[in-house]
């Protein structure tokens, strides 16, 4: 055959494209996210341009203003009946505009707000140099304790690029819940993921911990987000498609045009379950459970306090909305198969997350087991599979983000000579120094134990009644035992900050600016208006409960 003749064939054999079809993209919809993303790319513009003395005012000024708008946003559209009754598909079948997909943004957005005033905080530590100075690394390029280090200091830099890394880790965030195909859902882990490695590495004090924290990070976080691309491979393998309707069809047998490929990878059950066993272990490695926690407690002890408190609230919210939406829209064909084994994740991460934090010396890190913990409780309210079951992890989430954002803030207050203080025997006698900041963190700590008129006990109820209703009911017996253990350590430290003797060389409370006496002031109070009024919040999670297929 002459190559004329080959040629002929490979051009005879495809169809002439006479157009290309533009994309429709809604950007009203998607107006939270684009503003975020627009303010982010505007930072990064700021930081080239913008001079270094006024770069810490302009990039807060954009900050807080992008995240105020794309807030705005979300409940313009709420209000507009898009988590309701026109919840629908955008972006050619990317996202998803609906009910949980706008509470969880909303959510993840004042975390962010709250979160951003503790970024800002530039009083707790002394004047260095003449210069205020706050919780991150005078410049993140340089060797810890080296020359270049110690000139950075002594000019009085600060790394505000922390600002645009915190914007662009929310507009993933904000994609994350709201995908509607898997690679969306990929995307948007890393675009949240990339920041919060960089952000655990940018801490002014102990600067080694902190960046073998974020290499900890970053190594395990790449594991994960490898399985999660392996399951997605294998369920487009199965399903011959990324988008979740069509793979939710495949699975429960009710596709319609059924070609022969498709036929030959619909039968093979392996495909399935393995794919959607990886994709679930990536997602369930972000929310920190029992086995894939181990980077937790390291993680939230190195990385700067202000990046724990944003990482522990914002991440979980993004993250459980994620899985969510996988396990409630794709792959609800697949329940008897997935059920029992997240019972199983869900008792161990529970009593896993309560039992080690006994152990714990260290104020950080007993906060990670106990997020470890609260992560085991709302998969409880994820296994009950009812409309009350995503409603009640909804409300759970937003109760649960401000108490850690509050609590982690309160942690930067005490201080000592090496900054903060967060070995327990340091916290010895806080109540009689300093009554009002032990007060508060005894608020946030009685919160995490779930006890009455805080919002830990409305949201435990609500995730354990939907799981009782949802045929869960042992579940719900290990969950009131290992809030028990809980309460012992977190009562423990309550005992400890007043009931001891406060140490001569024990450590001081820093006065904070008004930017984090905002962030522990909106924590207590959410902490209590969710405790002694849930009804609205819960009836806002109900309304927001449904996802659109």
């Known amino acids: 055959m002459s190559a004329t ?28 996210t684009l503003i975020i993303v627009g303010a982010a790319i505007v930072g990064i513009l700021v930081e080239a341009f913008v001079p270094r003395k006024s770069r810490y005012y302009v990039q807060m000024f954009v900050s807080v203003v992008a995240i105020a708008a794309a807030f705005a946003a979300v409940v313009a559209l709420a209000a507009d009946g898009y988590g309701t009754t026109k919840a629908h598909i955008a972006a050619m079948g990317a ?72 914007l662009f880790a929310v507009a993933g965030m904000l994609i994350f819940p709201a995908a509607n195909d898997l690679l969306t859902l990929f995307v948007a882990l890393e675009v949240f993921s990339l920041p919060l490695y960089l952000l655990c590495a940018l801490a002014r004090r102990k600067r080694m ?24 491979a294998l369920l487009y393998g199965y399903a011959g498609s990324m988008s979740y309707a069509t793979i939710a069809q495949v699975v429960d047998g009710t596709v319609q045009d059924v070609n022969p490929a498709l036929a030959g990878t619909m039968g093979n059950d392996a495909l399935l379950l393995i794919g959607a066993a990886l994709l679930v272990m990536g997602l369930l490695f972000k929310v920190g459970a029992v086995p894939f926690h181990m980077w937790t407690p390291d993680v939230y002890q190195g990385a700067p306090t202000p990046v724990t408190g944003f990482m522990a609230a914002a991440t979980k919210v993004a993250a459980f909305g994620a899985l969510l939406r996988v396990l409630y829209v794709v792959l609800p064909g697949l329940r008897w198969d997935w059920r029992p084994v997240m019972w199983a994740v869900a008792i161990i991460t529970m009593l896993g997350g309560a039992i080690v934090a ?34 009640s992890v909804l409300f759970y989430l937003a109760a649960y983000s401000f108490v850690t954002i509050g609590a982690f803030a309160v942690v930067t207050l005490v201080r000592d000579a090496g900054g903060e203080a967060t070995h327990l025997s340091k916290w010895a006698g806080l109540g009689r120094r300093s009554p ?98 849930p009804q609205y919040f819960l009836d806002l999670a109900g309304q927001a409960g449904v996802f659109v297929r």
């Open 5 to 32: 003749a080959v040629h002929s064939l490979w051009t005879t054999a495809a169809e002439p494209i006479t157009k290309i079809d533009a994309p429709k993209i809604e950007y009203g919809q998607l107006a939270p």
């Open 95 to 166: 996202i998803a505009v609906d009910g949980p997909a706008l509470f969880l943004q909303g959510t993840i957005l004042l975390a962010a707000l709250v979160g951003l005033f503790t970024f800002a905080e530039r009083r707790l530590d002394p004047e260095a140099h003449g210069n205020r100075v706050d919780s991150f690394a005078a410049q993140a390029a340089s060797v810890p304790g080296s020359e270049s280090e110690k000139a950075a200091v002594k000019a009085g830099f600060t790394t505000t690029e922390v600002f645009p890394l915190l």
């Open 209 to 232: 911990m902190s960046q073998e924290a974020a290499v900890k990070y970053f190594l395990l976080g790449a594991f994960a987000s490898a399985f999660s691309l392996f399951g997605i």
């Open 358 to 391: 006994i152990t714990q010396t260290d104020i950080k890190r007993l906060l990670a087991y106990s997020s470890i913990a609260h992560a085991g409780f709302i998969l409880a309210g994820v296994i009950a599979t009812t409309p009350d079951g995503v409603s």
């Open 436 to 533: 009002l900041v032990a007060a508060v963190f005894a608020v946030f700590l009685l919160a995490f134990a779930g006890i009455p008129l805080t919002s830990g006990f409305a949201g435990k109820f609500a995730v354990f009644k939907a799981a009782a209703e949802g045929g869960a009911a042992p579940l719900v017996v290990v969950g009131v035992i290992s809030s028990a253990i809980a309460a012992f350590f977190y009562i423990r430290v309550i005992v400890l900050m007043f009931f001891s003797e406060p140490r001569p060389e024990g450590p001081t409370v820093a006065v904070p600016s008004p930017l984090t006496m905002t962030a522990i002031g909106v924590g207590v109070a959410v902490t209590l208006v969710l405790g002694v009024a």
